[in-house]
């Protein structure tokens, strides 16, 4: 991929109902090897509680993400390549050295960008004891939660699949398709916060189900942001 390449030129708009397609394609996908993504997520899910128990796990759990959320995508890809999917290939990114150094970079600087969140968090937790919320605080809050979210939403997969190595321009371009496709994203959360509800009468059991299906769909929202295409030929790689 020629480096001069401008990611942020290839971003499109989708209808805000494209995520109708999404959900529908995940469940083909997720059908595929139900029992599989079912055991990535639940490891996912220990990995997120073993990292909150220590300041140290928290720091290994944060530079660990971006590999296994590529590990994730990848598999995604496979199966739209009509291949079989392991557990294993949840870990294979952390073996690729080409993206290891980027995606470093990219848990370190969400790792940053998360402190003052973490600040605002517990101000705003602390005014709540007190009774006293300022709704300044509560917009700032909101408002930094946002900004962070956009600039880092797609970074791993422009990383991986991009093999952009550039910050800057991998989160200018996360940030580009989240805004251009604002409404999109705004109506696939709704119905994902609807799918978790449905989860309560069974005890959340059914988050099994339903995080698997969530996470596989918003990867194909960057297919669909990126224009990319599976290649069949080649090992989970997309094309523009």
């Known amino acids: 991929m020629d480096k001069q390449f401008k990611v942020k030129l290839i971003v499109r708009r989708v209808n ?4 109708l ?16 993504w079912v055991l990535m997520f639940i490891t996912l899910g220990f990995i997120a509680l073993v990292s909150q128990l220590h300041p140290l796990t928290a720091i290994l759990g944060i530079l660990l993400n971006p590999f296994l959320t590529a590990g994730v995508y990848k598999s995604v890809v496979a199966v739209q ?14 073996q690729e050295t080409a993206c290891r150094a980027v995606f470093i970079r ?9 402190i003052p969140l973490s600040v605002l968090a517990a101000e705003l937790l602390e005014q709540q004891q007190q009774q006293a ?6 917009l700032l809050f909101v408002v930094g939660f946002l900004l962070t979210w956009m600039v880092f939403a797609y970074a791993v997969a422009i990383a991986y699949f991009l093999q952009e190595r550039r910050l800057l321009a991998i989160m200018q371009a996360s940030f580009i398709a989240c805004w251009r496709n604002i409404t999109a994203l705004v109506v696939f ?12 009468p069974t005890l959340f059991i059914g988050l099994l189900l339903v995080i698997p299906l969530l996470n596989i769909a918003f990867f194909l929202s960057f297919n669909e942001f990126f224009a990319l295409q599976v290649k069949p030929t080649d090992d989970a790689v997309l094309e523009v």
Do not use: R, Y
């Open 16 to 19: 805000a109902l494209a995520c």
């Open 21 to 36: 397609s999404w959900f529908k394609q995940s469940w083909a996908i997720f059908m595929q090897a139900p029992l599989v």
């Open 81 to 94: 390549q009509k291949q079989s999917i392991q557990f294993v290939n949840l870990f294979q990114p952390l």
């Open 106 to 114: 990219i848990a370190a600087l969400n790792m940053l960008a998360s």
């Open 133 to 138: 919320v300022s709704g300044a605080l509560v």
């Open 189 to 200: 959360g709704l119905l994902s916060m609807g799918l978790i509800m449905l989860t309560m």
